[in-house]
């Protein structure tokens, strides 16, 4: 997927799972670790957390790209959660802040809520 190389890192990974599980943003966004089973091999969406609210399993395992995705963005969790001495429960995490209002960024991982616009990069780097 090449629109991947043009979108900011810590988006990426967001738009890769929509791609490949067809899933909606606001199911993906609040996605925490405990919904993930690395053993089962599966992905899991509580009932009450989807649009008709009916829980969902995805089998991650049928798809290598997904695993290794899941995988790469576990660890890359683990990585901040070492640097930053944080708790990172959210499976799609950022390494920079943003302000809403003015597109300063802070300093710290945060956890991204609402839509992913903005994220792009352009012929001048990231946003």
Known sequence: MTVLSHLHQDVAPIVEFLYL????V??????????????????RL??????????????????PDLEALLQRQRERTEALQVGTGRIIPH???????????????????VRTRGSLGG????SDGPP
Do not use: M, Y
């Open 91 to 109: 499976v799609s995490t950022v390494t920079e802040s943003r302000s809403s209002t003015s597109g300063e960024r802070g300093n710290g991982p």
């Open 46 to 63: 509580e009932p009450g957390t989807t649009k008709n609210d009916e829980g969902r399993v995805f089998p991650f395992a049928v798809l």
């Open 119 to 122: 994220w792009c990069t352009t």
């Open 21 to 24: 599980t067809g899933w909606r």
């Open 26 to 43: 606001g199911e993906a966004l609040p996605l925490q670790w405990h919904q993930v089973d690395f053993k089962a091999g599966i992905v």
